[in-house]
């Protein structure tokens, strides 16, 4: 069975601090692809990043990085210097190959960064 | 120039009606998705369409029923409404049914009374 678990369901910082979202996945698949959308207060779903299995470099994007371990089934989330317009709920999901293309959600990380 | 476009954004209806969903997308997207969010945000896979193929039918009561007419078109349409139905139904598509990036449209938010 495949399983994503974000343990953390609400985070709150003050703004500029950094906050990590952790994310941890089931699969048995060897070749799978990992997601990260935040979904803001007006509800809509963004796509943030897709990671695949067997590219285990960190990724940066402006004030966004993840770090993927495959030893430890992770892929953290990490907002370094966070401003209000991050507060949002958070969906680390997973797709793997033997599951025809369909995202396997975690229950998401509610993020209120506080002026 | 919206990529992918539901309508409508909200619903409010009665238990027992019937009502339809619409979903279209200008990506050029073979695959189409609809997921399910419930009052505790959890995102759930309803149905896929590669193609106007049906490729992924989840556990759904068979009240709901989903039809692509073509590839940049995936509409459902709920039968018999019940409580229990309301939730956020967001459309989503990706270029190919393995694992690519899927992009969601914007929800429909349904209430039922």
């Known amino acids: 069975a495949q399983k994503v678990t974000q343990a953390q369901t609400e985070i709150s910082v003050v703004e500029k601090e950094d906050v990590t979202l952790d994310c941890v996945y089931e699969t048995r698949d060897t070749t799978y692809y990992l997601f990260w959308y935040k979904q803001p207060p007006s509800g809509e779903l963004v796509f943030l990043i897709r990671?695949?299995?067997?590219?285990?470099q960190n990724e940066i994007s402006g004030r966004y990085s993840w770090n993927f371990q495959k030893s430890t089934s992770s892929f953290n989330f990490t907002i370094t210097a966070s401003q209000v317009v991050d507060s949002a709920v958070y969906f680390c999901?997973?797709?793997?190959?033997?599951?025809?293309?369909?995202?396997?959600f975690g229950q998401g990380t509610t993020l209120q960064v506080k002026p | 120039d919206t990529a992918v476009s539901q309508t409508p954004k909200y619903l409010v209806t009665q238990m027992g009606n019937d009502k339809s969903i619409k979903c279209e997308q200008n990506?050029?997207?073979?695959?189409m998705y609809w997921y399910k969010q419930d009052s505790k945000k959890f995102l759930k896979i309803m149905f896929s369409?590669?193609?106007?193929?049906?490729?992924i039918n989840e556990t759904v009561p068979n009240r709901f029923s989903p039809k692509s007419p073509d590839k940049a078109h995936l509409n459902l349409h709920i039968n018999s409404l019940e409580l229990g139905d309301s939730a956020v139904y967001f459309c989503?598509?990706?270029?190919?049914?393995?694992?690519?990036?899927?992009?969601f449209g914007p929800g429909t938010r349904l209430l039922v009374l």
């Open positions: 990506l050029g997207h073979d695959t």
């Open positions: 999901a997973l797709s793997g190959s033997s599951n025809t293309g369909k995202l396997i």
């Open positions: 989503a598509s990706s270029q190919r049914k393995f694992q690519e990036t899927q992009y």
């Open positions: 990671r695949n299995s067997f590219d285990e």
């Open positions: 369409y590669n193609n106007k193929e049906l490729i």
